[in-house]
C-alpha cells in the first residue's frame, strides 16, 4: 500500500502526517520523514502535499488555537488492548488530562497501567491521538515519544502553563 506524506513547521517543531490513497491518516511523528516511517507501518512513503492537505489543515488551525478536536479518518492499527486505549485517549477532552492509572481503569483494565504507558508509547497517530493528553499520577509529564518539552508545549497551548 502506498503512502503519502509531508513534512511542515508547528510551532513545536517539525510535523510529518502519512496518509494512505483514500486519505485515511496512517502516521504522524514530530520530526520529518525518517520519524515518520518508525510509526506509519504499511508501505513507502512519497511526498504529496495536496493528499495530505486535509489533515495539514487541521493540524495547522489545532496550533492557531481554532480546532480543540480533529475529525479526521484514522487507520486501524495496533492489538486490541492498544485500541482500547487510543479510543480512550481520544476522549480525553482538550485541555485535561488523565494519568496513566485513569485511563487504565476508564478500559476496564486498573492494573494495566504499565501496558497503558506501553500503548502511549506505541502510538502511531500522536496529537490526533492525544498521547500526549496522559500524564503520572503525581502530574509529572512522563513518557512522551517525541520529548518532554514537546509534551510540555502541546498541553501549555491547550490549557495554559504547565506547573513542573
Not at 489533515?55 to 479526521?72: E, I, P, S
Not at 508509547?121 to 492525544?130: D, F, H, Y
Request: glycine share 12%.
Amino acid at each position: 500500500m502506498q503512502q503519502y506524506y509531508t513534512t511542515f513547521a508547528t510551532p513545536a517543531g517539525r510535523f510529518s502526517i502519512a496518509v494512505d490513497e483514500a486519505g485515511v491518516i496512517t502516521g504522524t511523528a514530530f520530526g520529518g520523514r525518517s520519524a515518520l516511517a518508525a510509526r506509519a507501518k504499511g508501505g513507502p512513503l512519497v511526498r504529496d502535499d495536496r493528499r495530505t492537505a486535509p489533515v495539514t489543515k487541521q493540524v495547522r488551525a489545532y496550533f492557531a488555537g481554532r480546532l480543540t478536536k480533529f475529525d479526521l479518518s484514522l487507520a486501524k492499527a495496533g492489538t486490541a488492548f492498544q485500541g482500547r486505549v487510543w479510543s480512550a485517549l481520544r476522549k480525553i477532552p482538550f485541555g485535561r488530562t488523565r494519568s496513566y492509572g485513569q485511563i487504565a481503569a476508564a478500559i476496564g483494565s486498573p492494573k494495566a497501567v504499565r501496558a497503558v504507558g506501553s500503548a502511549c508509547g506505541a502510538n502511531p497517530i500522536c496529537l490526533i491521538v492525544p498521547c500526549h493528553r496522559v500524564i503520572g499520577a503525581n502530574g509529572s509529564l512522563t513518557g512522551f515519544a517525541f520529548g518532554e518539552a514537546t509534551k510540555r508545549h502541546l498541553l501549555a497551548l491547550e490549557s495554559g502553563p504547565v506547573i513542573r
